[in-house]
């Protein structure tokens, strides 16, 4: 519900719906770059102009939207942005209250060792560990559903040593991708798709194949 994210977030940040308005959280699993991306990149081609990702999770997005046809589907996107510069939505907020993924933060340690360093949070699958991503936000503003029910994300880092060893990974060795394996996971990336993430923006386009003209 629209209001277990309110409420754990200061105003600038509220979702402009009422509390019971009915909303579902976006993840892309390891295989999305085989199942959707790829034949997607495969079909659209020369009708690629920004980030193949983001134009696939719309194309994606809107199909789901023309399933309900009777029905207004708002959909944010994780890389939407206000006037002020500010996110449209904090995806690892949202992924925690919906019960999809634990967003671990400083406040999780009980003893901190950062000091006045700034330490950003990261969210974990209990299945996928770190090998996911939160794509969108879906949201039904003429659905209410007062009687739902909150579930808990599972806490999948349980122990002060851990949660510790993730942030400390996360926010100074993210690039080597560890704190993404901090459990057991049961799929992660392909190579192909790490080296994908891990190229410039700029130069993922030569990856798939694709031109600089459409580009």
């Given at each position: 519900k629209v209001g277990w994210y309110n409420a754990v977030l200061q105003p600038a940040f509220h979702l402009p719906y009422p509390d019971d308005t009915l909303a579902f959280?976006?993840?892309s699993t390891p295989s999305m770059f085989d199942k959707a991306l790829k034949p997607f990149v495969n079909k659209e081609r020369l009708k690629i102009i920004?980030?193949?990702v983001d134009q696939c999770v719309s194309h994606h997005?809107?199909?789901?939207?023309?399933?309900?046809?009777?029905?207004?589907v708002d959909v944010?996107?994780?890389?939407?942005?206000?006037?002020?510069?500010?996110?449209?939505f904090l995806a690892q907020?949202?992924?925690?209250?919906?019960?999809?993924?634990?967003?671990?933060?400083?406040?999780?340690?009980?003893?901190?060792?950062?000091?006045?360093?700034?330490?950003?949070?990261?969210c974990i699958h209990p299945k996928y560990g770190g090998w996911f991503a939160i794509r969108g936000?879906?949201?039904?503003?003429?659905?209410?559903?007062?009687?739902?029910e909150q579930s808990a994300p599972v806490d999948c880092v349980s122990t002060e040593e851990k949660r510790t060893e993730l942030l400390e990974q996360f926010n100074f060795h993210w690039q080597d991708g560890r704190y993404r394996d901090i459990i057991e996971v049961?799929?992660?990336?392909s190579e192909e798709q790490k080296a994908y993430f891990a190229t410039p923006p700029a130069e993922r386009f030569r990856l798939l194949g694709l031109t600089q003209e459409a580009q």
């Open positions: 959280v976006v993840l920004r980030d193949p997005l809107s199909r789901v939207k023309e399933k309900f046809p009777d029905q207004k944010i996107f994780d890389y939407e942005i206000l006037p002020s510069r500010k996110p449209k907020t949202a992924a925690h209250v919906a019960g999809a993924a634990y967003y671990y933060q400083r406040k999780d340690v009980k003893l901190d060792p950062w000091g006045k360093k700034k330490i950003y949070g990261v936000l879906l949201l039904f503003p003429d659905i209410q559903v007062p009687f739902l049961k799929e992660r990336y």
